[in-house]
């Protein structure tokens, strides 16, 4: 089981930008898919995820209305499409999967290397 993240990079705020989650070793339809971030200083907190079931999608408060999960399972890849970024959405994101059909608030055991988002003018 292997996940690379990658899209990150340095914006403008007010920006967008979209990050992808290649999966490797695994069938990515099968399986809930999490983003989470890590700022400076910070602990990690979850920022999206979306079920295998149903797409069934989660946001925390921060980013609803600003950014959007999604998946191809055909690419075996998902997305978080990340919409009027501030500067304190600054953080190397993640993707992880529990392997599960559904979300979970823990047991994502299995991580990509994350990648860095700046947000700054």
């Known amino acids: 089981v292997q996940l690379q993240a990658s899209g990150g990079g340095l914006v403008q705020p007010g920006g967008s930008l979209r990050l992808s989650c290649a999966a490797s070793?695994?069938?990515?339809?099968?399986?809930?898919i999490g983003w989470f971030r890590q700022a400076p200083g910070k602990e990690r907190e979850g920022v999206s995820c979306?079920?295998?079931?149903?797409?069934?999608?989660y946001y925390t408060d921060s980013v609803k209305g600003r950014f959007t999960i999604s998946r191809d399972n055909a690419k075996n890849t998902a997305y978080l499409q990340m919409n009027s970024l501030k500067p304190e959405d600054t953080a190397v994101y993640y993707c992880?999967?529990?392997?599960?059909?559904?979300?979970?608030?823990?047991?994502?055991?299995?991580w990509g290397q994350g990648t860095l988002v700046t947000v700054s003018s």
């Open positions: 992880a999967t529990n392997l599960l059909a559904q979300c979970s608030s823990k047991g994502y055991n299995y």
């Open positions: 979306i079920s295998s079931s149903y797409g069934t999608t």
């Open positions: 070793g695994f069938t990515l339809g099968y399986y809930a």
